[in-house]
């Protein structure tokens, strides 16, 4: 059974940091992708950052230069290290994976992706 659990989520002023994290289990799979999204209320969830297997990542326009996605396959734990935050990234972020290596314009489609964590909320103050 695959989980996905997310944390490192909270409360700061607008340039500030977080670093979230997500714990993976039960995930096997050798060619796939793991990403960052993120909704706000109101809002459709939109796809942030994603990492694949064969180390190709994608970043969407709204955090380049602030945002970094990283993994570490010996802890089994994806990362998004976030920067220089806006209250416009106010959200509630989920990390989720897949199945296999997709098209370049599916990933940051959250349609691709079969698993999900629950989320963590990232709430930026001006």
């Known amino acids: 059974q695959v989980q996905l659990v997310e944390s490192g989520g909270g409360s700061v002023q607008s340039g500030g940091s977080l670093r979230l994290s997500c714990a993976v289990s039960g995930y096997t799979y050798s060619s796939y992708c793991m990403g960052w999204f993120r909704q706000a209320p109101g809002k459709e969830r939109e796809g942030v950052a994603t990492i694949c297997s064969d180390g190709t990542t994608r970043l969407a326009d709204s955090v380049k230069g602030r945002f970094t996605i990283s993994q570490d396959n010996a802890k089994n734990t994806l990362y998004l290290q976030m920067n220089s935050l806006k209250p416009e990234d106010t959200a509630m972020y989920s990390c989720?994976?897949?199945?296999?290596?997709?098209?370049?314009?599916?990933?940051?489609?959250?349609?691709?992706?079969?698993?999900w964590g629950q989320g963590t909320q990232v709430t930026v103050s001006s």
């Open positions: 989720a994976a897949g199945v296999y290596r997709p098209a370049w314009w599916l990933l940051l489609d959250p349609g691709y992706y079969n698993y």
